[in-house]
């Protein structure tokens, strides 16, 4: 967590403007690049993410991190394990796109203490782990598992690499408003990318883990906001209502929120204490002990799973 003394923030400052001076035009980057993050969507799932897994190393105590293959988060790619860095891991991150890896290291470079920058490798081939047995105290992905090809394989992989803990993060398709998730792809003639509907649930991971010899120790409901697990009401509303397109164009996330790579305030507390004050109070039905109302408002379910 930043510290708030004057060294963070020079630190901090000068980061900012080291990345401003080096970084391309946008349009240099490759397509695929994610160059911000927009809305509140992606506001509030960073936010809920970066909370949800400080409590866990404060639980489980864990000094070293490998994150991957792949990042499945909308918005800046492989900044998932950067809260856990600056809490004092050590993070390694098996990305699986060069051009997106460079980017995430600049911003690693204004946000992360110097002894603290992450080991980014590009895995060959993409969706595989390229690591030593038993090398981390977690190893962890995010929307990732799901959409594997093999996911039982990358699951042998994961437990392979870790010393002691893993952790999966999927959609959960016990929210509210899955349905309209899916009726929207359908709608969009859009490809559904999120995995076999089976797969989105707590229960295939549990029996997984448990034919693998790990104790599942916590089955949890991660980014509970209010609203449903849509990015863009505004393509939303534009497929199901084509004459409201233009209308529309308000909704798109980038006209609420937009934090470039360099303002980002997931880890900048001190200076964007309103966005901060903002996420707590919609973290109200996170917030609630009611875990049936939870399960229903989840946009994601977490399996945790130990070594024995």
């Known amino acids: 967590m930043v510290n708030g003394s004057v060294d963070e923030e020079d630190r901090v400052t000068a980061g900012k403007d080291r990345m401003a001076a080096q970084q391309p035009d946008p349009q240099s980057f490759d397509p695929v690049v994610q160059t911000h ?15 949800f897994l400080d409590g866990l ?33 050590q ?5 699986t796109e060069a051009s997106r890896a460079e980017f995430a290291r600049q911003v690693w470079s204004v946000y992360a203490p110097s002894e603290r920058q992450p080991r980014i490798t590009v ?14 105290d977690l190893v962890w992905n995010f929307n990732v ?24 993060i999927v959609p959960n398709r016990g929210n509210y408003a899955f349905w309209l998730h899916r009726l929207h792809h359908c709608a969009s003639r ?3 990318d999120h995995g076999p509907v089976e797969l989105l649930a707590a229960a295939p991971y549990q029996r ?8 599942v120790r916590k089955v949890a409901w991660v980014d509970c906001p209010w609203w449903p697990d849509i990015v863009d009401f505004s393509a939303l509303v534009a497929d199901f209502v084509p004459v409201l397109k233009g209308a529309a164009t308000r909704l798109k996330p980038e006209k ?9 305030p997931y880890y900048e507390p001190e200076r964007f204490v309103e966005v901060h004050r903002l996420m707590q109070r919609l973290a109200f039905i996170e917030n609630s002990p009611i875990g049936p109302l939870k399960q229903r408002f989840a946009h994601h379910v977490a399996v945790l799973a130990e070594k024995t």
């Open 256 to 264: 609420r929120l937009h934090w470039p790579a360099n303002h980002l």
């Open 190 to 192: 859009q490809a559904w």
């Open 145 to 168: 598992i799901n959409r594997h090809p093999q996911p039982g394989v990358l699951l042998d992989e994961m437990i392979r690499a870790s010393r002691r803990w893993v952790l999966v």
């Open 91 to 95: 993070v390694t991150i098996a990305a």
């Open 37 to 51: 993050d927009s809305g509140l969507g992606t506001t509030y799932e960073r936010w809920a993410l970066n909370r």
């Open 208 to 215: 997984m883990f448990a034919q693998a010899g790990l104790a």
């Open 123 to 136: 895995q060959h081939p993409p969706g595989s782990l390229d690591n030593a047995a038993g090398q981390y």
């Open 57 to 89: 190393r404060q639980h489980c105590g864990w000094q070293t991190v490998l994150e991957g293959p792949g990042d499945g988060i909308t918005g800046i790619a492989y900044l998932n394990s950067l809260g856990l860095a600056r809490a004092g891991m």
